[in-house]
């Protein structure tokens, strides 16, 4: 055991069947807390997103699993849910702002999922964008609706 994991823990490993490589960050003061982190191939961006799952050290579970891939097919229904949320958060910089094409313009880049125990499932999303590279735009999401839009740059 080297210094660094005498003083911060051993960094925790997993190879999931689903999500690949990921890493544990526990929080020991508020277990359900804990995460992975990983990334992997999103379908309709059809590029690698970094990815953040709610858990404990045993690894995703289907219910999760089983979401990402509902997120991933019903990415068209959760991206009408976002673009007017959008539209109307960019409307107080830029009054005529539209989003014309919604997968060209907004690139999702991570995704949080919670444990998805309870419903509505709650979880986020967050995208860059051509219209302004210097800021994240990040969704909270209830199910498949967007309810609350953070940008941060």
């Not at 490993?13 to 020991?28: A, N, R, S, Y």
């Not at 107080?92 to 907004?106: L, M, R, T, Y």
């Not at 909270?140 to 609350?148: F, I, P, Q, S, V």
């Amino acid at each position: 055991m080297g210094i660094l994991d005498f003083i911060f823990g051993k960094t925790i490993k997993i190879d999931d069947e689903f999500f690949g490589k990921m890493i544990f960050l526990e929080d020991k003061r508020e277990p359900l807390k804990s995460y992975f982190e990983c990334k992997r191939h999103f379908k309709p961006t059809d590029d690698i997103i970094e990815i953040g799952i709610t858990g404990d050290v045993s690894g995703p579970t289907k219910i999760q699993i089983d979401f990402f891939l509902k997120i991933e097919s019903d990415y068209d229904k959760i991206a009408s849910s976002i673009k007017p949320m959008i539209e109307n958060e960019f409307r107080n910089w830029n009054e005529d702002f539209k989003i014309a094409d919604f997968k060209n313009e907004f690139k999702a880049v991570y995704l949080f999922l919670s444990r998805c125990e309870k419903e509505p499932i709650v979880w986020e999303i967050a995208f860059e964008s051509e219209h302004n590279l210097n800021h994240t735009f990040t969704l909270t999401m209830n199910d498949l609706h967007a309810t609350e839009i953070l940008i941060d740059g």
